[in-house]
């Protein structure tokens, strides 16, 4: 179960994904609708457009700052809770999609990742493409404490969840689709279970698997699945396609993409958490953009002003400091509150529960050492690098030292160059080739609009993905 929250306004970031940020489509004083593209990639960056999930007038265009510290322009919308949609964001029906036209919807409705750092979904989906994967593997685990948006968007729409995952892995050539997803969540795994036994006659190109792993955190991160999968330890710089043929995108994503494919909708809103030890445990659908502070408002269990309010989960997410100017942007899963306990902070005592909880077993207490005196060679040695920022070892430190911040900043600059790297293998088809002054800009769909636009052209009719539009839908 979710609450539907309607904010009085929204703050729309043009940059919420792994890339380049979008360019305001919009002035001040514009009246937009519900499902209209506000910001526009430039031509020939890597980047996804944004759209609104309200109506109403842009009220201003700015730059911010999000609490992660990246600056972007930002178009703030007041609702006039009207909520008018445009004419296009309606279902399709009678028609087939090509795998290019598949991921050129996905693409055009801004989707990225939901559950990581954001990379745009087209991109990570031409990439499976091109190297010819096996396995499409569906993150399902949703491990972080008190998270549970993932879950409830499997409960509430398992049928979007599953013929999603079926579309992108068939857009991809894929030959399985694997739901991984902890065995205690008997709730979830029966209604992927229905879903597929539905579905499975029109997508007998597919043999389908529901994975059970252990509850136990982290667990979804692409490297800890290629280990428990494919006993694969991958290297900084190796991919799960490479690797293993197999890509993992997150459930609520493919729940987002078939939105796009079958609704027209584009990426406007989600499930967000609001949750942790000093809130009972919310889950509310928002439009993308709104406001922690409106989120806040919306529990009312939430009435101690001293808890830490942290944008993502409380283990790795960041104190936000201004919840009324701080937006759910689409990476945001969930907004913990937590109780501000002052940890009294002591030299470390060598117990090693840093090293007995680190997943990827290194020894954090070594490697923050090295840190903090300048070695950054010898902690990249001593695999620094490997550090998946998941916050175990500040969580289990009794000193109340924070491991993690160094190490996992440390890591990150290596992460970057990794996503690069991925990114970088791609054909010129990742670059966007959105033009400002196109017909899809303003209030025409950016989804209805879509065509091929060429690039494609050499696959030719084998490129054909039938998806099971043709009558009525399925779901
Ligand atoms: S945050 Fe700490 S426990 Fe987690 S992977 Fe990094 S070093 Fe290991
Ligand atoms: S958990 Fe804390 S005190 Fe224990 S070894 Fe690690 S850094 Fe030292």
């Not at 809770?81 to 296009?88: F, P, Q």
């Not at 409705?109 to 990379?119: D, F, N, R």
Request: glycine residues 8%; contains cysteine; proline residues 5%.
């Amino acid at each position: 179960m979710f609450e539907r929250i309607y904010p009085t306004k929204i703050i729309l970031p043009m940059k919420m994904h792994y890339g380049v940020p979008a360019i305001p489509a919009v002035k001040e004083g514009d009246y937009v609708r519900i499902g209209q593209c506000v910001g526009v990639p430039e031509k020939g960056t890597f980047s996804v457009p944004v759209h609104t999930g309200i109506s109403g007038r842009v009220s201003e265009i700015s730059e911010i700052v999000l609490p992660n510290g990246i600056k972007t322009p930002a178009v703030t919308i007041v609702n006039d809770m009207k909520r008018t949609r445009l004419d296009s964001v309606k279902p399709r029906s009678g028609f087939k999609l090509s795998a290019s036209e598949a991921i050129g919807v996905i693409r055009n409705a801004g989707i990225c990742g939901m559950g990581g750092e954001g990379i745009p979904t087209a991109a990570k989906l031409n990439r499976a493409r091109t190297e010819v994967i096996q396995d499409f593997l569906v993150n399902c685990l949703q491990s972080e404490p008190y998270s549970t948006s993932d879950l409830v968007a499997i409960t509430e729409y398992p049928d979007y969840v599953v013929l999603g995952s079926c579309a992108c892995a068939r857009a991809v050539g894929a030959s399985k689709c694997v739901f991984l997803i902890s065995e205690n969540r008997k709730e979830q795994r029966k209604a992927l279970t229905n879903s597929i036994e539905k579905i499975k006659d029109d997508f007998k190109d597919l043999q389908f698997e529901i994975k059970l792993f252990r509850e136990r955190f982290p667990q979804g991160y692409y490297r800890l699945v290629a280990r428990a999968l494919y006993g694969k330890n991958l290297a900084l710089g190796e991919t799960l396609e490479k690797s293993c043929k197999a890509v993992l995108f997150n459930c609520s994503t493919m729940l987002a993409c078939w939105e796009a494919l079958a609704d027209n909708i584009p990426m406007m809103s989600r499930i967000v958490s609001v949750t942790g030890d000093a809130s009972g445990g919310h889950n509310m659908l928002v439009p993308i953009g709104t406001p922690v502070s409106e989120l806040l408002s919306n529990a009312q269990d939430i009435k101690n002003g001293s808890d830490r309010i942290v944008w993502g989960n409380c283990l790795t997410g960041i104190e936000i400091k201004d919840p009324e100017n701080t937006p759910v942007v689409k990476t945001t899963s969930v907004i913990s509150v937590i109780r501000r306990l002052e940890v009294p902070r002591t030299p470390c005592i060598h117990c090693g529960l840093c090293s007995e909880c680190c997943p990827m077993n290194l020894s954090p207490n070594t490697i923050y050492e090295m840190l903090n005196q300048g070695l950054g060679q010898k902690a990249a040695e001593e695999g620094a690098r490997e550090c998946i920022a998941c916050g175990s070892c500040s969580y289990v430190c009794p000193s109340g030292i924070d491991l993690t911040y160094s190490i996992a900043r440390f890591a990150g600059e290596g992460r970057i160059i990794e996503i690069n790297s991925l990114l970088d293998n791609s054909s010129s088809e990742l670059k966007q080739n959105y033009d400002a002054d196109s017909a899809y800009v303003g209030e025409a769909s950016l989804l209805e609009g879509y065509t091929d636009g060429g690039d494609n052209s050499e696959e030719g009719s084998g490129d054909s993905l039938t998806l099971p539009f043709e009558k009525d839908k399925k779901v």
